[in-house]
């Protein structure tokens, strides 16, 4: 059986002659982007070294996720990815790596140590914090080694995905007279990867060691009466997709649970060492993990640059992080006022992470301490292992209400969290549902029913939230993303209708508003389209803006291309992978394509079309989905319309308007896939943002 996959490659794809571009290429693109935030000098400094953390935490999902589809297509006849494109995208893939660890070695790490912190290597370490290193290393991390040479007795061990280890060679005879020469040695990760040493061996500067160079240092000590020839840290990463059948398991849970046991083992897609790493050893490596020569990164410095996010976290210099930044609170929404007498006046949008998250959680609160609250329903994708969300939940199916939750069994990574949430809820009485099987759940709704006194007796009333990001406080600080709070009995209607189908599995009545893949959702973006090209031709005003994560979906951009070509205005502000080549003469010089990378993770996804001069030809609408085939196939996503004129023109004024004139966070994409920044010194749609919400 074919393993199944959220990330399916996709094959060179041709439009008309238009030939599309790669994905994969795409989303290394835009971790380009990513790395070059680490050498504007207009960024903090640690602030700097985090985006180099975060293009490897980006690399490492990159590997263990899409490209290990990527690979097993290039292998599958038929899989439509050639063994070109495949050494394409290994080598945009080994070209970024190299660059980040120049930027790291050449850039950062220098002008961090000229502000007083550094990383000390064994060599550089002076005699007392060599002393230090070496009681550090005798008490908290030679108890918990466990060197294992290898023999016919002693296989290769199982290596853990993202794991540390050294590979040793090694002189001389082991206690048995026997001269096997390779030995393994797993560094444990409960040890902590960057240790700051006292301030009185630091001569007033902020010194680290690493783990590695702890370890390093004592390799002789792990192996008495040997020699170490040569040695060196590697690291595998692997394929991390859950392979469970969900056509043939009775309970998806249990599944799912027990195939987190294996995942750490999957197949192994990518072997990182460092530089001075001997071609014997590695060579060795590749051979124990079935490996090309291709998979072999060799990188000029620590193996998992992801673990120095722990220095970041240590290091004492408010000056070289980005200034605070506290939300503001909705000026629509008084503190003091219910939020349910709130939502009787009107819809209240929130603009994330400039306007708090917090009304959400009050809103929630709100609904569980109301005795008149008779129901709550949420969909749970991303909301982490502690969530005052999830704990409110808790405490509303102990009160005696109804309580459903959609808990997205399959989020990526998140899967583990997710069951233990759904364990402890049912524990307490709440319905607790998975969605729909071979779909995800990905659609952000939040359903509160409430009884209420009508001028015929009691009614019954709904709240909502809808939103185009996660359910997570935490993220809501970091990630671009709005929500609406309403009591529009049309669109509470709509998510009600929603859950029906989540929970039941039958037919239910298609929602007036709410447009809902895997059903009504991409058929509604194609005709809007189409609406768009249609009055294109008539000379009638045609304009498309789209703010979205990624754009894969092969449809959607061969409407946008007809649409462009029929003179239509169209302008994607795609913040990571886009497939649409702009600019193509003849095919798309209508079609401009930009990408904004700041302080805050841009992942608002709206949609406006504009086909004609009334007022009823102009439509916006706020997605939970990116415009990508598993999005509009594959998922259970939500997208809905701003009615409102004042609200719908604050959305274009702050989300779109911004964007397209962005001069210093913004690049522009070229018609062969590279992308070109904008410039440097001109207006950033998020700085003037924080700076709007600042005076609020």
């Excluded at 002393?131 to 290898?150: I, K």
């Excluded at 390093?216 to 469970?244: I, K």
């Excluded at 196939?633 to 719908?648: K, Y």
């Amino acid at each position: 059986m074919e393993r199944p996959s959220s990330a399916a490659p996709l094959p060179s794809t041709v439009v008309g002659s238009l030939k599309l571009l790669n994905r994969e290429r795409a989303i290394l693109e835009f971790n380009g982007r990513v790395l070059a935030q680490a050498q504007r000098p207009d960024v903090p400094l640690l602030e700097r070294l985090r985006y180099i953390c975060i293009v490897s935490s980006n690399l490492d999902e990159f590997f263990e996720v899409r490209f290990g589809d990527y690979l097993e297509a290039a292998r599958r006849p038929g899989g439509g990815v050639s063994e070109t494109d495949l050494a394409e995208v290994a080598a945009a893939a080994h070209e970024l790596i190299d660059r980040q660890y120049a930027v790291f070695n050449q850039e950062v790490m220098p002008a961090l140590k000229r502000e007083g912190i550094l990383i000390l290597n064994h060599a550089e370490r002076n005699d007392a914090q060599r002393r230090w290193v070496d009681r550090f290393f005798q008490r908290q991390v030679r108890p918990l080694l466990v060197p294992l040479g290898l023999d016919p007795a002693h296989p290769f061990p199982q290596v853990a995905n993202k794991s540390l280890n050294f590979i040793v060679k090694l002189g001389g005879k082991d206690a048995f007279g026997r001269d096997n020469t390779i030995a393994i040695v797993k560094v444990p990760r409960v040890l902590p990867r960057v240790i700051r040493l006292p301030e009185d061996l630091t001569d007033g500067q902020q010194v680290f060691v690493l783990l590695s160079s702890v370890i390093r240092a004592h390799l002789e000590e792990l192996f008495p009466g040997r020699t170490v020839e040569a040695f060196s840290q590697f690291r595998v990463t692997r394929d991390s997709d859950l392979a469970v059948d969900e056509e043939d398991v009775t309970n998806l849970r249990q599944a799912l649970r027990s195939s987190l046991t294996t995942r750490h083992f999957g197949q192994a897609i990518r072997l990182e060492v460092v530089s001075t790493c001997p071609p014997d050893l590695w060579g060795f490596l590749l051979r124990q993990f079935g490996l090309p020569e291709a998979a072999l990164y060799r990188v000029d410095g620590p193996v998992n640059l992801v673990r120095l996010n722990q220095l970041i976290d240590q290091a004492d210099a408010p000056h070289l992080r980005f200034p605070p930044f506290e939300p503001a609170w909705p000026r629509s929404l008084p503190r003091q006022m219910s939020i349910f007498e709130r939502l009787k006046r009107g819809d209240v949008l929130m603009h994330h992470p400039f306007e708090s998250f917090e009304p959400v959680v009050q809103f929630l609160r709100e609904a569980v301490h109301d005795p008149d609250v008779l129901a709550i329903k949420q969909t749970i994708y991303r909301t982490g292992s502690e969530s005052v969300l999830m704990d409110l939940l808790l405490e509303a199916a102990r009160r005696g209400k109804e309580v459903m939750a959609v808990v997205e069994l399959k989020a990526r990574f998140d899967e583990e969290a997710n069951i233990n949430w759904a364990e402890r809820l049912e524990a307490v009485g709440a319905q607790v549902v998975y969605g729909i099987v071979g779909l995800k759940t990905h659609a952000k709704l939040l359903l509160v029913t409430r009884r209420e006194e009508g001028s015929r007796g009691p009614v019954l009333r709904r709240y909502a939230h809808l939103s185009t990001g996660n359910y997570n406080p935490k993220t809501a600080r970091l990630y671009t993303d709005v929500g609406c709070l309403t009591a529009d009995a049309e669109l509470t209607a709509d998510a009600d209708v929603v859950f029906q189908q989540l929970a039941s599995l039958t037919r239910v009545r298609t929602p007036r508003h709410l447009l809902m893949a895997p059903f009504s959702l991409h058929k509604q973006m194609l005709r809007h389209i189409e609406q768009v090209a249609e009055a294109a031709r008539a000379g009638e005003p045609a304009r498309i803006v789209l703010k979205l994560n990624a754009l894969t979906d092969i449809p959607l951009i061969e409407a946008l291309i007809l649409a462009s070509q029929a003179g239509a205005s169209i302008d994607l502000v795609v913040r990571g992978a886009c497939m649409l080549p702009p600019g193509v003469p003849g095919h798309t010089e209508r079609i401009r394509v930009r990408s904004v990378v700041g302080r805050f993770l841009e992942h608002t996804r709206l949609l406006y079309f504009r086909w004609g001069k009334a007022d009823e030809q102009e439509v916006l609408y706020l997605s939970s989905a990116d415009w990508m085939s598993r999005n509009m196939f594959r998922r259970i996503e939500v997208a809905w319309p701003v009615r409102d004129v004042a609200l719908r023109q604050r959305l274009i004024d702050e989300c779109l308007v911004p964007y397209l004139q962005d001069r210093c966070d913004a690049w522009i994409q070229q018609s062969d896939g590279r992308y070109e920044r904008v410039g440097h010194d001109g207006p950033s749609a998020q700085q003037a943002l924080m700076a709007r919400y600042a005076q609020a």
